[in-house]
């Protein structure tokens, strides 16, 4: 009897271990579908003194169920893109019925999202001449706000651990951008970076990546991913080219027909939450 429970524990062992490693590639139908019937993370809207631009800033939080002060919890960085602001993700992608589902099948870890304002200037509203050159800078100053104001806001005010290897950071076009050049200049703070369709705002790979060795050894993922139909998609091919010439693992992930909206950055963000805060396989990487 003993026995046959032996056989039937090492069996399932081994199966699970088969599924753990086999590569996320497709979002399961459905993965966007509010579901009443499980339960649900909480919405809340946080404001923050920024010494960067000198105001008060908004973000969104979105805390998983079973949420709990008495716990600690590992962070995810969510960013918009150029006509967006602190509410894109919520209004154009639902994080939230993404993460309920994939908390629901038991195949994420849990973490706090915080989805900021990633236009660090005074009037960080998404009006007038969207392209305009103060406001694209503004982008580029939100890395500041970011390191500066709100990572330290958010560390004072939630229960989160507070090291490399919990916090991730990814975001859609501009924000992709952000999230590759703030992520990878910034290895001590960031190890887990996604940039989904990103934008010109992009550095080029030499300056992206000034020490591949250093990548290697302080990442644990970076995920890129892009409609092969989008206009930008120059920008995630270039910087795909240089992570295969110089071997600098990473997870590539392409959408057929994909164009520039949430269809590819929900399935981009469905698949990128299941490979944080959790052990990787190599093998991941490899064809990728
Ligand atoms: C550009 C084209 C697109 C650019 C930014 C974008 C700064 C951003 C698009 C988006 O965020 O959706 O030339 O330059």
Request: charged fraction near 20%; charge should be positive.
């Given at each position: 009897m003993k026995m046959k429970y032996l056989l039937l524990s090492l069996g399932l062992f081994f199966a699970l271990q088969t599924i753990a490693q086999n590569e996320i590639v497709q979002a399961e139908k459905g993965f966007d579908i509010y579901n009443q019937d499980i339960a649900h993370g909480k919405i809340d809207t946080v404001t923050y003194k920024s010494k960067t631009v000198g105001t008060k800033r908004r973000a969104i939080i979105y805390t998983p169920p079973g949420?709990?002060?008495r716990k600690k919890y590992p962070v995810l960085y969510l960013l918009h893109g150029i006509g967006g602001d602190e509410k894109e993700w919520l209004n154009g992608g639902q994080p939230q019925v993404i993460f309920d589902n994939l908390y629901a099948g038991g195949m994420i870890e849990p973490m706090i999202v915080v989805m900021p304002n990633g236009r660090a200037m005074e009037d960080d509203r998404p009006v007038g001449n969207i392209f305009a050159k103060d406001k694209v800078e503004a982008f580029a100053n939100f890395e500041n706000d970011l390191l500066q104001d709100l990572i330290p806001y958010i560390e004072k005010k939630f229960p989160v651990i507070k090291k490399r290897n919990y916090r991730a950071i990814a975001g859609l076009s501009m924000g992709g951008g952000q999230s590759l050049n703030f992520g990878l200049g910034n290895l001590d703070v960031f190890s887990w970076i996604g940039g989904f369709s990103?934008?010109?705002?992009?550095?080029?790979p030499e300056t992206l990546f000034p020490d591949s060795q250093k990548v290697k050894d302080r990442l644990n993922l970076l995920f890129v991913s892009c409609g092969d139909?989008?206009?930008?998609?120059n920008v995630t091919q270039r910087t795909r080219d240089y992570l295969t010439n110089n071997q600098i693992p990473h997870i590539y992930h392409i959408i057929p027909g994909g164009l520039h909206d949430f269809k590819v950055w929900k399935e981009s963000l469905y698949l990128f939450a299941q490979y944080l805060f959790k052990p990787i396989d190599p093998k991941t990487f490899e064809n990728n």
């Amino acid at each position: 009897m003993k026995m046959k429970y032996l056989l039937l524990s090492l069996g399932l062992f081994f199966a699970l271990q088969t599924i753990a490693q086999n590569e996320i590639v497709q979002a399961e139908k459905g993965f966007d579908i509010y579901n009443q019937d499980i339960a649900h993370g909480k919405i809340d809207t946080v404001t923050y003194k920024s010494k960067t631009v000198g105001t008060k800033r908004r973000a969104i939080i979105y805390t998983p169920p079973g949420y709990s002060k008495r716990k600690k919890y590992p962070v995810l960085y969510l960013l918009h893109g150029i006509g967006g602001d602190e509410k894109e993700w919520l209004n154009g992608g639902q994080p939230q019925v993404i993460f309920d589902n994939l908390y629901a099948g038991g195949m994420i870890e849990p973490m706090i999202v915080v989805m900021p304002n990633g236009r660090a200037m005074e009037d960080d509203r998404p009006v007038g001449n969207i392209f305009a050159k103060d406001k694209v800078e503004a982008f580029a100053n939100f890395e500041n706000d970011l390191l500066q104001d709100l990572i330290p806001y958010i560390e004072k005010k939630f229960p989160v651990i507070k090291k490399r290897n919990y916090r991730a950071i990814a975001g859609l076009s501009m924000g992709g951008g952000q999230s590759l050049n703030f992520g990878l200049g910034n290895l001590d703070v960031f190890s887990w970076i996604g940039g989904f369709s990103s934008a010109p705002n992009t550095k080029m790979p030499e300056t992206l990546f000034p020490d591949s060795q250093k990548v290697k050894d302080r990442l644990n993922l970076l995920f890129v991913s892009c409609g092969d139909a989008d206009g930008l998609m120059n920008v995630t091919q270039r910087t795909r080219d240089y992570l295969t010439n110089n071997q600098i693992p990473h997870i590539y992930h392409i959408i057929p027909g994909g164009l520039h909206d949430f269809k590819v950055w929900k399935e981009s963000l469905y698949l990128f939450a299941q490979y944080l805060f959790k052990p990787i396989d190599p093998k991941t990487f490899e064809n990728n």
